[in-house]
């Protein structure tokens, strides 16, 4: 059951989305779908319930007077469910007792870590970017908020920052036809991307990295190596030597299907 805390994003699929609760049980919030640009009063004791999927809601409520929000990433689904990770490795992890809260957080942290390290998502999102038409050239990319500029798949809206409507197309699946936009104008649009199927490798990805963070760290901390008697045992450890995580066959599947940028917006 997904609870929202203070400015945080959380990602939550459809089927847990009448579970989601408010940290502190306010009686109401207020919700803004960044699907359509409308909003709504949430009576908290009812199931919230969504407009749009993808979508990405913002959720407003008030703590001691003062009000604090929260976002939540709607998506049709997540790469794995809290079952496939406590069933990972299950003889040598024993995750089986694990708690939900805990396998989550797990999760989250495992899904971030491997969309930052790829520079995508490989499920559908809804995300805001920034384009302007600066010269002749027709086809911009987009300046994503919180997320990568591939895999485009559709642009929901579009408008001007200054106000009225603008119009933006797809032109690939990195770029929008920006030809129809005035010059030196920039507009704000609410685009879906990411991929339609995630691979299977890049799921098996999370559920592992996910298992491993529940996991009690065996080794010293902050240790890349240690010595044994038969000479010096090295570890893999995320961060150092351009390894991503300290799993092998994680950073495998982000080497193989990341994306990379080399192109100057």
């Given at each position: 059951?997904?609870?929202?805390?203070?400015?945080?994003?959380?990602?939550?699929?459809v089927?847990?989305?009448?579970?989601?609760?408010?940290?502190?049980?306010?009686?109401?919030?207020?919700?803004s779908?960044?699907?359509?640009?409308?909003?709504?009063e949430?009576?908290?004791?009812?199931?919230?319930?969504?407009?749009?999927?993808?979508?990405?809601?913002?959720?407003?409520?008030?703590?001691?007077?003062?009000?604090?929000?929260?976002?939540?990433?709607?998506v049709?689904?997540?790469?794995?469910?809290?079952?496939?990770?406590?069933?990972?490795?299950?003889?040598?992890?024993?995750?089986?007792?694990?708690?939900?809260?805990?396998?989550?957080g797990?999760?989250?942290k495992?899904?971030?870590?491997?969309?930052?390290?790829?520079?995508?998502?490989?499920?559908?999102?809804?995300r805001?970017?920034?384009v302007?038409?600066?010269?002749?050239?027709?086809?911009?990319?987009?300046?994503?908020m919180?997320?990568?500029?591939?895999?485009?798949?559709?642009?929901?809206?579009?408008?001007?920052?200054d106000?009225?409507?603008?119009?933006?197309?797809?032109?690939?699946?990195?770029?929008?036809?920006?030809?129809?936009?005035?010059?030196?104008?920039?507009?704000?649009?609410?685009?879906?991307?990411g991929?339609?199927?995630?691979?299977?490798?890049?799921?098996?990805?999370?559920?592992?990295?996910?298992?491993?963070?529940?996991?009690?760290?065996?080794?010293p901390d902050?240790?890349?190596?240690?010595?044994?008697?038969?000479g010096?045992l090295?570890?893999?450890?995320?961060g150092?030597?351009?390894a991503?995580?300290?799993?092998?066959?994680?950073?495998?599947?982000?080497?193989?299907?990341?994306?990379?940028?080399?192109?100057?917006?």
């Amino acid at each position: 059951m997904p609870t929202l805390k203070a400015n945080t994003l959380t990602r939550v699929d459809v089927s847990e989305l009448g579970g989601v609760t408010i940290d502190g049980g306010p009686a109401t919030a207020a919700l803004s779908f960044l699907s359509d640009g409308s909003t709504s009063e949430w009576d908290t004791s009812q199931p919230l319930t969504a407009k749009a999927c993808p979508d990405r809601i913002e959720v407003s409520w008030e703590v001691s007077g003062v009000t604090v929000s929260a976002a939540i990433d709607l998506v049709a689904a997540q790469y794995c469910t809290l079952d496939d990770v406590r069933a990972y490795r299950e003889t040598a992890y024993q995750l089986a007792d694990a708690t939900a809260e805990a396998v989550e957080g797990a999760r989250a942290k495992a899904t971030e870590v491997i969309e930052r390290e790829c520079h995508r998502f490989f499920v559908p999102v809804l995300r805001e970017a920034i384009v302007e038409r600066t010269n002749c050239s027709a086809a911009r990319y987009p300046v994503v908020m919180d997320g990568y500029p591939h895999d485009l798949r559709r642009v929901a809206s579009c408008g001007y920052v200054d106000g009225g409507e603008a119009v933006a197309s797809l032109s690939s699946d990195e770029t929008l036809d920006v030809s129809a936009m005035e010059f030196h104008r920039p507009a704000r649009a609410v685009l879906e991307l990411g991929c339609a199927h995630a691979p299977s490798e890049v799921r098996d990805a999370v559920v592992a990295l996910a298992a491993w963070y529940l996991m009690p760290n065996a080794g010293p901390d902050n240790a890349i190596s240690e010595s044994v008697d038969s000479g010096v045992l090295r570890y893999v450890v995320g961060g150092v030597s351009g390894a991503a995580t300290s799993l092998p066959a994680v950073n495998a599947a982000i080497g193989r299907y990341g994306a990379r940028e080399w192109f100057v917006r």
